[in-house]
């Protein structure tokens, strides 16, 4: 996806980070703007193996803010389809209960569009 | 263009924003109280709860930047005050990522401020993305847009006397 360049301040990660979806980078340009550190996809979260040790279950939070501590997911699905993510945050929290995660909604990021007048479509 | 119904009335406005002045007051009773209001949308609440809050205090306003003119967040216009050892209280119209109240809050505190708090009209804390010294709530209040009472859409129906719900699907634009 061919997504703008953008010169980010407060970007705390090594890799650039290349996010999925016009949501992801618009999320970004919004922390950056207000100064808010944060990083892309920085962990990998394992939900559930087999009983071999084999990864069945992954979960890679879009962004994370160091100075709040917390794993920040981005989803630009429809309320009704966000069941899989939340039951995927549902997980996390069990497995790893120090994890401070939040899923923003598409109506989240549509208020901030509406509020800073962002550009979320393709 | 229509507006959606009330979602509080004039009356009930006036009495919340009453409780909050007496309760600042009582908190800040012989401290050096300056209110810093935000412009645009904080006017309407910040003259009313000023008014409602019977102890000497000072008034202060600034003004941000609109988010995407520039590279980073700035003030537009900043305080006329000296804040180093003063109580400053911010009166924020709504809260809800909390991004721009962040920012006031790590400038504002380079100044040495004797304290810092915010008290706010409305509050949407399920939408918080950053912990924030918000110590006075009007309403917590559901994921819906408002106008009127100091809240617009495309600067106008700050004037209106109630908050109204407004209808997504009756037009677009910014408001609260």
């Known amino acids: 996806m061919a997504l703008e360049t953008h010169d980010f ?18 999320c970004a ?6 100064g808010l550190p944060w990083e892309y996809e920085p962990r990998t979260f394992v939900l559930e193996t087999d009983e071999n040790g ?27 389809l966000v069941t ?39 | 263009m229509t507006l959606g119904e009330v979602y509080f009335t004039a009356a009930q ?5 009453g409780e909050l002045g007496a309760e600042i007051a009582r908190d800040y009773a012989g401290r050096d109280l300056l209110l810093v209001v935000p412009l645009k949308g904080s006017i309407v609440f910040a003259a009313d709860l000023s008014r409602c809050v019977r102890i000497p205090h000072a ?7 609109p988010y995407g003119r520039g590279s980073g967040v700035k003030l537009l216009k900043d305080l006329d005050a000296d804040i180093r050892g003063r109580d400053v209280l911010i009166v924020e119209d709504v809260v809800d990522t909390g991004l721009t109240l962040h920012y006031l809050n790590r400038t504002l505190r380079l100044r040495a401020p004797a304290s810092f708090a915010i008290a706010t009209l409305l509050d949407r804390p399920y939408r918080r993305l950053v912990e924030l010294p918000v110590r006075y709530v009007g309403f ?10 100091g809240f617009d859409l495309e600067q106008r129906y700050r004037n209106l006397p109630d908050l109204h719900v407004f209808h997504r699907e009756r037009g677009s634009g910014r408001a609260a």
């Not at chain 1, 301040?9 to 618009?26: D, K, S, Y």
């Not at chain 1, 340009?29 to 207000?34: A, F, H, R």
């Not at chain 2, 008034?59 to 930047?65: G, K, T």
């Open chain 1, 9 to 26: 301040q407060a970007f705390r990660g090594t890799e650039p980070p290349r996010f999925a979806n016009r949501a992801e980078l618009e």
């Open chain 1, 84 to 122: 899989r993510k939340n039951r995927k945050l549902r997980k996390l929290r069990a497995r790893y209960p120090e994890v401070n995660a939040k899923l923003f909604y598409r109506r989240d990021l549509e208020r901030l569009a509406e509020r800073l007048s962002l550009d979320l479509d393709e």
């Open chain 2, 140 to 149: 917590t209040v559901p994921d819906e847009l408002f106008v009127g009472y």
């Open chain 1, 54 to 80: 084999r990864v069945l279950e992954a979960f890679t939070p879009d962004f994370y803010l160091p100075e709040q501590d917390l794993y920040l997911e981005v989803t630009v699905m429809k309320q009704s």
């Open chain 2, 59 to 65: 008034l202060d306003f600034l003004q941000l930047e």
């Open chain 1, 29 to 34: 340009k919004v922390l950056d703007y207000y």
């Open chain 2, 13 to 17: 406005l006036r009495r919340r924003v």
